[in-house]
């Protein structure tokens, strides 16, 4: 989704949004190493400059039994040269290495789409355990699909046969067959990856010179085998982007990345607590080996100890964070009142994922709203961020660190499964561009008097490290008596005290709100927060583009929330709120600004495909050939030749991007 | 107290703060607070680098009354607590103070994982064998048929022993004292001096909901008979010096035998060795009654501590690298777009 760094064009934006991008899904037994196949086929295309966006999906057992449906991985990518901002919501191109991802996967493709198969895997023994009563491959059920069979199980035996490896590591290599004729197929360079093999592999360079001579024999089969209508080389134009350096991101690199960054700004050293859970334990990983950015990061005993430590960082000077998923940020929730009461800076990271319970651990969900905003004992309110992508991921942790010690407060910042694994182009940020704000420890006593529980004018209390001479003092989960904190169980102190904390975190300063895309009033506003972002905005996108009266907001600062919604939201007729769980920000936003909120809901552990959302929209408007309202219908005909609605002269554009002033 | 002048000497006074104690009167918890602010100065501890860090119950009230950084947290945490704390400053003196159930119930896990790690603190567990907060309910140290609001016709879980459950997680530094007893301050300080985890288990009397229950002991009259009080490099006497520990070598365990005119070698007494971890299974194992009650530093063997395997880690793997932010945010493949491809 490089259109974070892309202004739209008029061109694209009325683009016919298939015509320039191909999706395609790699699909095998979970041991078929299908995530490295689409790791390294994003890295080429980006590599190509094509914008793109992934979407990973594989079961939560380490290694399902063979050949079985529930074994199935997946790696999905919508790849082309308009701007890209989901993973796509039909296949036009399946790869299947086995039957049971035949199975699995065939459904999801666009009709006509394409189906390479390896029929070496179509056995009796395969096609029984994808419960196929017969082989798809051959009985004609797969006919308003084109289909492409061949035995790559063999072709790939007889690739790396100079080298002299056992049948079952020679079969290993099957999939680098497979990305090598993906590679043909949209006309990539093979060098990267041929690099890659070789570091990958640096130990044992004969399993480097095999796979590499798999990727070299499924590329030369594209370009030598006769082959039939379907099968022909694709080439994808280049995507436009703002010009700068791009890498790809995940959601949890970017978010490390950017808990880094913030650190830096605020010069505070990190302290991470965590503890392994899916999705969330990748940004454990990635932040274990940046020691010398002054980050500490300590694997726990568990989600508490993980939170606990973090608060016990925070206490002696670090910035304490910590991240999980759902049923470990449950487990949280007593030490977030700690912070709360205590009042120390922390960055709680949930990678959201189905629940409830263990739910679904690899799927993706956005159901922790509620945990976030409402989830813990007591009035004990919590700054709350939502990350669009995984691009957005960096800028939001930078923001997650800055209330925090700005605030000396407790921040949880949601991102969800699809976020953290799903990559996307990213063009890297420039540092210098971002305003630095140090943290500044109380070391003296002030003038008047050292209060522990003092407060400056955002309420925040003084930040003072253990080890300061002359302002010893005692915090601890006991109400505090206002100013010096100590045991205080009083009844007016209790409602006063209630009342700071609710203030202080009310009044943190968020940008206003603005409108992504559309009007700042109309018909109909599409209201989404988290990683509906990509399939909202292109189906408002192409529901504008055939004239619809339809705008996007979407929400980052979930609590509180920005200041001008309230008045936003309601010049609209109607509220649309696309949500993963069952209408949770809908339930926030009706309580919040009494405006008839309506839920658009999807729980299926897959992301909203935008012909869903785009279908929505229509349902929510009078049914199309209805004319727009005059001075949206004068101003899209003076642009003739435009046709998309979201086109305005500059003034208003610029309204609409700064936002809606309350 | 704000200027950076060293203090050269504190007095137990200069531990005291402003806020009222409230634990019940004749409550055990009041001598151990004693015990600790004299022996504060004699360690030649400094308060602002003192940060003590408890968790729920009776006796985590203790940092409110202590003049030094505090941190009373939620039940059972003050172990992960403390392990942040000293992890974020290890020069910071961290004293973690718990009762059996914050350490045992709630906190078990924690407390267990402290003590292998060998986070370099002192934990000093106040054991009264109840729930004094919540009004007397039988906690995880109770003995078998402990009669309380939640157990009408007697408790009937076996009891957690805390040396034996410290010395098995791996415990460098396993203590017992009794809080009335003026070697408290002495096995204090050998926990202080101790680097690692230094566990103390503290015998602690509730004087409301389970009144003398180590009176067979602890109290005066029955001291010199029950209690033995270890010394490296000592024999394990007790009772004047009349008995003695000796080994049942057929069975091996310890068993008690008499010693006459003082002659314990000749009764087979076993010289207390602190580093002998089999000697200190045994010690804490002892069933009272049959035995003494083995008191003091029961075993003190040092090992490297878990801050500092950390930082030296860290610094390990950050040398000869520069932290340059830009760098790591431009790290593997990059590709660079010169122009807008479509802009004209």
């Given at each position: 989704m490089a259109t974070a760094a892309h202004e739209v064009t008029p061109q694209e934006a009325s683009?016919?949004?298939?015509?320039?991008s191909v999706v395609v899904r790699f699909a095998g037994?979970?041991?078929?190493g299908m995530q490295l196949t689409g790791g390294q086929f994003t890295l080429s295309t980006a590599l190509s400059g094509n914008d793109l966006a992934t979407f990973p999906d594989f079961p939560a057992?380490?290694?399902?039994?063979?050949?079985t449906l529930f074994g199935v991985s997946a790696f999905q990518i919508n790849f082309g040269s308009t701007a890209i901002?989901?993973?796509?919501?039909?296949?036009?191109v399946l790869i299947a290495m086995n039957p049971a991802a035949l199975k699995v996967n065939?459904?999801?493709?666009?009709?006509?789409g394409l189906i390479i198969a390896d029929?070496?895997?179509?056995?009796e023994r395969n096609l029984a355990k994808a419960k196929y009563a017969a082989n798809p491959l051959t009985d004609g059920?797969?006919?308003k699909w084109q289909l492409l069979s061949f035995n790559i199980s063999q072709l790939t035996l007889d690739a790396v046969?100079?080298?002299?490896?056992?049948n079952k590591e020679a079969l290993r290599c099957k999939n680098m067959w497979t990305l090598g004729l993906a590679l043909w197929m949209f006309d990539r360079d093979r060098a990267p990856i041929v690099d890659w093999l070789k570091t990958k592999f640096a130990k044992a360079p004969v399993l480097a010179e095999a796979n590499i001579a798999a990727l070299n024999a499924g590329h030369a089969y594209g370009e030598t085998a006769e082959l039939a209508g379907p099968m022909k080389q694709h080439h994808i134009g280049v995507a436009p982007t703002a010009p700068g350096l791009y890498r790809t991101v995940t959601g949890a690199e970017s978010i490390s990345m950017g808990l880094v960054a913030g650190v830096q700004l605020a010069n505070v050293p990190m302290f991470f607590g965590g503890y392994p859970i899916t999705p969330a334990s990748a940004i454990l990983h990635f932040l274990s080996?940046?020691?010398?950015?002054g980050v500490t990061t300590f694997q726990a005993e568990d989600e508490i100890a993980a939170i606990a430590s973090a608060i016990g960082a925070s206490y002696a000077g670090q910035l304490g964070v910590t991240s999980s998923s759902g049923p470990g940020i449950a487990l949280k929730g007593e030490a977030m009142g700690l912070a709360i009461m205590t009042e120390l800076p922390l960055v709680i990271v949930n990678s959201q994922r189905g629940?409830?319970?263990?739910?679904?651990?690899t799927k993706t969900e956005q159901s922790d709203l509620y945990q976030a905003v409402?989830?813990?004992?007591?009035?004990a309110p919590m700054p709350v961020l939502a990350a669009r992508s995984p691009s957005d991921c960096f800028d939001v942790a930078i923001e997650a660190v800055r209330i925090a010690v700005q605030y000396m407060t407790p921040v949880m910042l949601l991102t969800d499964g699809y976020i953290a694994n799903a990559a996307e182009p990213w063009?890297?940020?420039?540092?210098?561009?971002y305003a630095p704000f140090p943290v500044e420890y109380l070391e003296e006593v002030p003038e008047g008097g050292f209060l522990p529980y003092g407060r400056d004018e955002n309420l925040k209390r003084p930040w003072v490290k253990?080890?300061?001479?002359?302002l010893l003092h005692r915090i601890g989960g006991i109400e505090k008596a206002i100013?010096?904190?100590?045991i205080d169980y009083g009844a007016e102190n209790h409602q006063k005290m209630t009342e700071i904390r609710r203030d202080k975190v009310a009044n943190i300063a968020v940008p206003d709100q603005i409108v992504e895309?559309?009007?700042?009033?109309?018909?109909?506003a599409i209201v989404g927060w988290g990683s509906t972002f990509g399939p909202i905005h292109q189906a408002v996108r192409r529901a504008r583009a055939r004239g619809r009266d339809v705008a996007h907001i979407h929400i980052r600062?979930?609590?509180?929330?920005?200041?001008?919604l309230g008045d936003l939201l309601k010049g609209y007729d109607t509220i649309l709120v696309p949500e993963m769980n069952t209408g949770q920000l809908k339930t926030v936003l009706r309580d919040q600004f009494l405006v008839d909120a309506k839920p658009l809901n999807k729980v299926s552990g897959q992301p909203f495909l935008i012909s869903e959302i785009e279908a929505a929209i229509d349902g929510h408007l009078?049914?199309?050939?209805e004319l727009l309202p005059a001075d949206n219908q004068q101003l899209t005909t003076d642009e003739?030749?435009?046709?998309?609605?979201?086109?305005?002269?500059q003034a208003a554009s610029a309204q609409s991007a700064e936002g809606h002033s309350a | 107290m704000n200027d950076m002048t060293p203090i050269v000497k504190t007095t137990p006074?200069?531990?005291?703060?402003?806020q009222e104690v409230r634990w019940?009167?004749?409550?055990g918890d009041y001598a151990v607070l004693k015990a600790v602010q004299r022996t504060m100065p004699e360690i030649g501890a400094r308060p602002e680098n003192t940060v003590f860090v408890s968790g729920i119950?009776?006796?985590?009230?203790?940092p409110y009354y202590m003049e030094t950084y505090g941190f009373h947290t939620i039940h059972g945490r003050a172990p992960a607590v403390a392990t942040g704390v000293k992890l974020a400053n290890p020069d910071l003196d961290v004293w973690i103070i718990t009762g059996d159930g914050d350490a045992l119930s709630i906190g078990g896990n924690h407390t267990m994982h402290l003590i292998r790690r060998n986070l370099d603190c002192q934990v000093l567990l106040f054991n009264?064998?109840?729930?004094?907060?919540?009004?007397g309910q039988y906690s995880p140290?109770?003995?078998?048929?402990t009669r309380t609001p939640s157990t009408p016709f007697g408790s009937v879980d076996t009891p957690a022993n805390p040396c034996a459950f410290a010395l098995g997680a791996g415990g460098r530094f396993i203590a017992r004292a009794i809080?009335?007893?003026?070697?408290l301050v002495g096995v204090l300080k050998a926990a202080h001096a101790h680097k690692g985890t230094g566990f103390v288990e503290i015998f602690q009397n509730?004087?409301?909901?389970?009144?003398?229950?180590?009176?067979?002991?602890?109290e005066k009259k029955n001291a010199a008979a029950n209690q033995l009080w270890v010394e490296h490099g000592?024999?394990?006497?007790f009772e004047n010096g009349t008995k003695g520990l000796a080994m049942d070598m057929e069975r091996l365990v310890l068993k008690v035998v008499d010693v006459v005119d003082g002659d314990w070698a000749a009764a087979g007494v076993i010289v207390h060795d602190q580093t002998n971890r089999g000697l200190a299974h045994m010690l804490v194992e002892m069933p009272f009654g049959m035995f003494p009650m083995a008191l003091g530093v029961l075993f003190d063997d040092p090992r490297p501590t878990f801050e500092s395997a950390v930082v030296t880690q860290n610094a390990e793997a950050a040398k000869?690298?520069?932290?340059?932010l830009q760098k790591l945010l431009s790290q593997g493949q990059t590709w660079q777009v010169e122009k807008e491809p479509r802009v004209e």
């Open positions: 683009a016919h949004p298939t015509a320039e037994d979970s041991g078929d057992e380490i290694r399902a039994p063979q050949g901002e989901t993973a796509g919501d039909a296949p036009d065939a459904p999801a493709l666009k009709a006509g029929e070496g895997e179509f056995g059920s797969l006919a046969k100079p080298f002299g490896l056992g080996r940046l020691k010398e950015y629940g409830p319970s263990t739910g679904l651990p409402y989830g813990r004992n007591g009035d063009l890297v940020p420039d540092m210098s561009s253990p080890g300061t001479p002359g100013g010096t904190g100590n895309l559309g009007e700042t009033s109309g018909k109909l600062h979930i609590w509180p929330m920005p200041a001008n009078p049914p199309e050939g003739s030749g435009h046709d998309d609605g979201s086109l305005r002269p | 006074k200069d531990w005291e703060t402003d019940c009167p004749g409550c119950g009776c006796s985590s009230r203790f009264n064998e109840i729930y004094g907060l919540t009004k140290t109770s003995r078998v048929g809080d009335i007893h003026k070697n509730c004087i409301v909901y389970n009144d003398d229950v180590f009176a067979p002991f602890a000592k024999p394990l006497v000869g690298k520069t932290p340059d």
